[in-house]
Every structure is written in C-alpha cells, then in structure tokens.
C-alpha cells in the first residue's frame, strides 16, 4: 500500500504560480513512476505530467509544457508540480497518483494509488 498526500493547492491570479507537493508512505517511494492528473467540473480526468521512478524521464501534457515542471525527491518520498504562469483554465482538482514500474503513463487507470486531490484555483 502506498498513502499520498498532495498539499500546495490554493487561490492565485492568472500569470502566478503555485507549487504542489505530494507526499508519499507506505511501500518503496522509489519503486513507482508518479504522475498529477487534473480534473475540472463537468470534465474527464486529465494527464498533466509523469515522471519515471528515478526521475529521468518526464512527460508532460501539451497544455502545460513550458509552464509545469515535475519533480521528485525519493528521499523525503515527495514530488513537486511547480505551476507557472497559470492560467484560468488550469483551475481544477489536482491529483498525484503512483504507478507500479519504471515508467510512466498518461492513462489514469495505469495507476495503483491516488492521493485525496487539492484544489487549484485561478482567477482571471
């Protein structure tokens, strides 16, 4: 069993950043590829970034690329998502999930376990 907790979500401006934090315990934190995966009111799950299990390797969504950056530090068992110049259509629930293996997916149900979510919210 692997617990996560994601903290870090908040109110911000159009153009300013947030950065979230997702907390892991449990099993090896090392042994999983992490992604954040987003989702809005009325709207499907989306992927937003994943980072393989050591953190080489890093894929972002079109939407983001430029703007989000991914991070993990297997030590303290946390990756990051440091949001950029935001925008109003980034608001939404964002969640991080941990995914068994190497490497990562943009598919939400390749991933073992999810955090609670935490709530970005961006006014224009």
Do not use: H
């Not at 042994?31 to 080489?56: C, D, H, I, L």
């Not at 629930?93 to 990562?104: D, H, L, R, T």
């Amino acid at each position: 069993q692997v617990q996560l907790v994601e903290s870090g979500g908040g109110l911000v401006q159009a153009g300013g950043s947030l950065r979230l934090s997702c907390v892991a315990s449990g099993r090896t934190f090392s042994n999983y590829a992490m992604g954040w995966f987003r989702q809005a009111p009325g709207k499907e799950r989306e992927f937003v970034a994943a980072s393989s299990w050591s953190g080489t390797y890093t894929y972002y969504a079109d939407s983001v690329k430029g703007r989000f950056t991914i991070s993990r530090d297997n030590a303290k068992k946390t990756v990051y998502l440091q949001m950029n110049s935001l925008k109003p259509e980034d608001t939404a629930v964002y969640y991080c999930a941990a995914k068994s293996g190497y490497y990562y997916s943009i598919e939400w149900k390749a991933y073992d376990y999810w955090g609670q979510g935490t709530q970005v919210t961006v006014s224009s």
